[in-house]
């Protein structure tokens, strides 16, 4: 099992800043992958961005320029995702994600989530 628990949600003005951070635990070995996934008020989950244990990133369109994920130097330890000109739009609940390979497959991990607010 692989805990992940997220910090640094919280309330932001249009155009501010925030620094999300993922620390995971527990059975941390063969984490291919991390990411941040956000679920606005009503609507499904997306996908904002992920990193894999060799680095390579992937973003939403949407976030492009404007957000950077990144590892913990550790390795499998945990992520972070710096988001930069925030847009009210992008007030959601926030997920840290996790990807394990088992040796035979491949099972995802979900943290709990954090509240961003993005005030206009």
């Known amino acids: 099992q692989v805990q992940l628990v997220e910090s640094g949600g919280g309330l932001v003005q249009a155009g501010g800043s925030l620094r999300l951070s993922c620390a995971a635990s527990?059975?941390?070995?063969?984490?291919?992958?991390m990411g941040w996934y956000r679920q606005p008020p009503g609507k499904q989950r997306d996908l904002v961005a992920t990193?894999?244990?060799?680095?390579?990133?992937?973003y939403a369109d949407s976030v492009k320029g404007r957000f950077i994920i990144s590892r913990d130097n550790a390795k499998n330890m945990g992520a972070y995702l710096q988001m930069n000109s925030l847009k009210p739009e992008e007030t959601a609940v926030y997920y840290c994600?996790?990807?394990?390979?088992?040796?035979?497959?491949?099972?995802?991990?979900w943290g709990q989530g954090t509240q961003v607010t993005v005030s206009s």
């Open positions: 994600y996790a990807k394990k390979f088992t040796g035979s497959s491949f099972l995802d991990y």
């Open positions: 527990g059975s941390i070995s063969n984490i291919v992958a």
């Open positions: 990193i894999t244990s060799s680095g390579s990133t992937n």
